[in-house]
């Protein structure tokens, strides 16, 4: 699970549906979702390989007034509207856009990264989004904020006694530092910036414990060779996907937030 990079489907999704509010300008959106890539493409929408902003244009002319992200995983649809090509690419994908009339009808954007180059000369990444129709049926299931921060905290608490018991700490030292941390965090409060500027503080604080949680599964995956048996891993791995569901489902949560009261 990376935490370097935000999902790229999470910033297209809440700073589009801060642009459709008229909270941010085009010219942003298109800045905050393709920072970390060379360039962003988009086909299947009409015509094939158009660039971000004009594909964006292209939704808002045909009546999309929201978008929202799902990070699905196997056996964790997570907000995926049934089955069907978006289905299908974003399971893959790990990843994708809801973009919504109110009827519930829409598009469904997947994006596939790609890396050019090599270590040696550097590396750039293409983003190519893929468009599919979608329907959207059933009402919104979440999760939503208050989900998320009870998750948050209940696996917090849960990681910490899990990998204790079984000595994590041994394996991996920074496990141990990276869970104090997020402990403290929790009890402060903490900012962050990567949501549009009407997202409410508690989103950018889930946002950020999820982000930090993360680095505890990222951390304690590492393999340590013969210094753990057959049962501490396979508890561990048991401890560690049930992380990574509360850090998708608490990513969707805080992505999502828009609207949500202060």
Same mark, same amino acid.
């Given at each position: 699970m990376s935490t370097a990079l935000p999902p790229r489907s999470a910033l297209l999704a809440c700073w589009t549906t801060a642009w459709l509010a008229g909270e941010a300008s085009l010219p942003e959106l298109v800045a905050r979702v393709t920072q970390h890539d060379d360039s962003h493409l988009v086909t299947g929408l009409w015509v094939d390989d158009l660039e971000l902003e004009q594909a964006c244009g292209r939704l808002r002319a045909e009546g999309v007034s929201r978008a929202k992200v799902v990070l699905p =995983? +196997? /056996?964790d649809p997570l907000g995926l509207p049934g089955p069907g090509p978006f289905t299908a690419a974003a399971l893959l994908a790990g990843e994708g856009v809801l973009c919504l009339r109110t009827d519930g009808s829409g598009t469904g954007l997947v994006p596939v990264l790609t890396a050019h180059g090599s270590e040696l000369d550097g590396t750039v990444t293409t983003v190519l989004w893929t468009a599919y129709p979608i329907e959207m049926t059933a009402p919104d299931q979440g999760p939503f904020l208050h989900e998320a921060e009870h998750d948050l905290r209940l696996g917090v608490v849960e990681a910490t006694s899990a990998l204790v018991e079984l000595d994590v700490a041994r394996w991996n030292p920074d496990v141990a530092d990276t869970l104090r941390d997020l402990r403290r965090s929790a009890r402060q409060g903490i900012d962050d910036d990567e949501l549009p500027g009407t997202w409410p503080p508690r989103a950018r604080q889930v946002l950020v414990q999820a982000r930090q949680l993360a680095g505890v599964v990222q951390l304690a995956s590492q393999d340590v060779g013969g210094a753990v048996d057959s049962r501490e891993a396979g508890e561990r791995d048991r401890v560690l996907r049930e992380l990574a569901r509360v850090v998708r489902r *608490?990513?969707? %949560? *805080? =992505?999502? %937030?828009? /609207?949500? +009261?202060?």
């Open positions: =995983y +196997p /056996g *608490a990513r969707v %949560a *805080a =992505y999502n %937030a828009h /609207g949500i +009261p202060q």
